[in-house]
């Protein structure tokens, strides 16, 4: 059985040999510098909001219920209660690929294709499909202070939110079907239900390795 002090020695040798071989070893959560975007086809301009003392990226592949958007919330309210670290000093990034993709889309896409049958995710009371999205908005009667725990509340507090675009096409493809248009214009439609300030990225992947270059440690979330 591997001993932890065998898996360090390993380390070390294996951060030897990338020295020898003239390539860098970084620990997790050390930003590592890039070139600039050769086009404006992506935004790419949330890697320059990531200046927090701690990050981190919360990779959600998974519905989960919006598991990944709680965990973020409250990872950044821990660093609050244990080291005095205010919220705008924590950046946390939610990356939404996979089957989480619906997460990122208005109520009005939710109610409309019935995703909360189809995912099979279930109200706040746990007794009927949800017809909403569960961290789209607040549900009313909520606690203004719940806020950062829905997606815009936390977009508006300073967190990051991006979406994998090869999952979003599953989104385009309900639209091109129901509405009967074309590709350009259903990705159009599918873009005007997403919820305001998530950012699209060529992947769901791309965007988790681009986070961590930017410094953040990673975490599945979902």
Request: charged content about 20%.
């Amino acid at each position: 059985m591997t001993t932890p002090r065998r898996e360090f020695l390993s380390w070390l040798g294996a951060s030897g040999a990338f020295a020898a071989a003239g390539l860098p070893a970084f620990p997790p959560g050390t930003p590592v510098a890039l070139p600039l975007p050769v086009s404006d086809k992506w935004d790419m301009t949330w890697c320059d909001r990531i200046t927090g003392k701690v990050r981190a990226v919360f990779d959600s592949p998974e519905l989960a219920g919006g598991a990944a958007m709680w965990r973020a919330q409250l990872w950044r309210e821990q660093h609050a209660e244990v080291y005095g670290v205010p919220q705008s000093e924590a950046s946390a990034v939610i990356v939404f690929r996979h089957t989480a993709i619906p997460l990122v889309m208005n109520d009005a896409y939710w109610t409309r294709f019935e995703i909360g049958k189809k995912e099979e995710v279930r109200d706040s009371n746990g007794k009927k499909w949800a017809k909403i999205n569960p961290i789209g908005s607040l549900a009313p009667g909520t606690p203004e202070a719940s806020a950062s725990y829905t997606l815009p509340g936390f977009i508006k507090s300073g967190g990051v939110a991006l979406a994998c675009n090869l999952a979003f096409y599953d989104v385009v493809g309900r639209y091109q079907k129901e509405d009967k248009l074309s590709e350009a214009d259903a990705h159009k439609r599918a873009v005007e239900n997403l919820i305001p300030g998530v950012i699209l990225q060529p992947s769901g992947f791309f965007a988790v390795l681009r986070a961590q270059q930017a410094g953040c440690n990673y975490l599945m979330a979902s």
